[in-house]
């Protein structure tokens, strides 16, 4: 298959390129840059150093829609809504990791991002590739909308328990934290080394653009669903995320039974792994792999559930994912050059 991946020089991109030369079934990777162009990938990543001199490109929508099988795009929030309609149409399929083509409704997009929003028709094409929940659609699929890192971790945590109504839907709070790669390459003043070292920091409180995305996955597999509390927080470290979900149960449900219909949702599911009672996931457990870990607890005083679900956001919550969409939309097995253990320590 011949790749083609926008925003290479970013967290995301990078991710991309890394795993996508292990990808057996990948024979070319074309690299596009909007503003280093003629360059190469080395000159800005030393860790690409034995790369041979592979040559960043201007981006090109028509050449890249007729020569490309899948196109990769890890650019900001306002870049794909303009540039998937060029793309669109020929031999190319598309996978976006941006948040642009999520939201169904321009409106609800353009209050939470604060930008114009992709027009309908090309929303009306985009397919959430969330896998475990959405497999079908996403193989017969040409544009994929890749879920947001935290939606991510979200979204496989409440699951099964949405699905089966036996939680209260309008209880859900959601505490969830993130490592600093989250916010991509450039540093901002709550990004920087001085910043978030030694410290820990809630931000966008009541105001996350991952808020919409998470309620309409949860309102599609739960019509009581009403609005959510998602508190985003910044950790010193790299990579990680996790988000601990808080929700009363209706029912005299034991926890045995809840993981038990946790592992029956995700028993064919080769990256999630429901834990057994009490063995909380860290996020060195999923570091570096496309893994998603959940465990559960039951605190019978308050009848309220505990979800923890942890993702590496750069993987499963991006690159790693995005990869198995494509393995999905290309009619490959799901798992294909996704085969590793996390790394650790
Ligand atoms: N970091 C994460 O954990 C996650 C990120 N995402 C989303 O994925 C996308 C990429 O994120 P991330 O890699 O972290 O971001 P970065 O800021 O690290 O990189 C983004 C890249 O986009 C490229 N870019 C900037 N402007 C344009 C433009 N006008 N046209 C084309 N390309 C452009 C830049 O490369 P160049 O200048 O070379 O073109 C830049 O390197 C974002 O939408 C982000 O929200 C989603 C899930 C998780
Ligand atoms: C740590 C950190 O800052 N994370 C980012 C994740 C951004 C992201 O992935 O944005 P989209 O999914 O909307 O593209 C944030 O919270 O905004």
């Known amino acids: 298959m011949k790749i083609g991946i926008v925003g290479v020089t970013g967290y995301g991109g990078i991710e991309l390129y890394r795993l996508l030369t292990a990808h057996p079934d990948v024979e070319t990777i074309s690299l596009y840059s909007s503003s280093q162009a003629g360059g190469t990938i080395k000159d800005i990543y030393s860790h690409m150093n034995t790369v041979t001199n592979h040559r960043l490109l201007d981006i090109q929508p028509e050449q890249m829609k007729r020569e490309l099988d899948v196109i990769f795009l890890a650019a900001p929030a306002g870049v794909s809504s303009e540039l998937t309609p060029q793309l669109l149409g020929d031999k190319a399929k598309v996978i976006d990791l941006s948040g642009d083509l999520r939201l169904h409704n321009r409106n609800t997009y353009s209050q939470w991002y604060k930008k114009e929003a992709a027009p309908d028709s090309v929303l009306a094409q985009a397919v959430y590739g969330l896998p475990e929940w959405n497999k079908e659609n996403i193989a017969s699929a040409d544009l994929i909308a890749n879920p947001g890192c935290y939606p991510t ?12 109504h036996s939680a209260d ?4 709070i959601i505490d969830a934290k993130s490592g600093v790669s989250g916010a991509g390459k450039n540093p901002s003043a709550i990004t920087h080394f001085g910043h978030t070292q030694e410290n820990f920091q809630i931000y966008k409180v009541n105001e996350h653009q991952h808020i919409p995305e998470i309620e309409q996955q949860l309102t599609e597999w739960n019509g009581a669903v009403t609005p959510i509390t998602l508190s985003t927080h910044l950790v010193p470290m790299t990579r990680g995320i996790m988000a601990t979900m808080y929700m009363k149960l209706h029912e005299e449900i034991t926890l045995r039974q809840l993981v038990e219909q946790y592992q029956a ?4 599911q080769p990256f999630v792994r429901v834990r057994e009672e009490g063995n909380f996931p860290c996020t060195k457990d999923v570091y570096a792999s496309n893994y998603c870990d959940i465990c559960l607890a039951l605190d ?8 923890v679900s942890v993702i590496d956001n750069l993987m499963k919550g991006a690159a790693s ?11 490959l097995r799901e798992t294909t050059g996704l ?5 650790y320590p």
Do not use: K
């Open 153 to 164: 971790a979200v979204l496989l945590g409440l699951g099964p328990l949405m699905r089966s």
């Open 169 to 172: 839907p309008s209880s859900i």
């Open 265 to 268: 949702y995700y028993q064919d």
């Open 300 to 307: 019978n005083r308050t009848r309220r559930v505990t979800v």
């Open 321 to 331: 994912q995005a990869i198995q969409n494509m393995n999905l939309v290309c009619g």
């Open 339 to 343: 085969e590793y253990l996390p790394v």
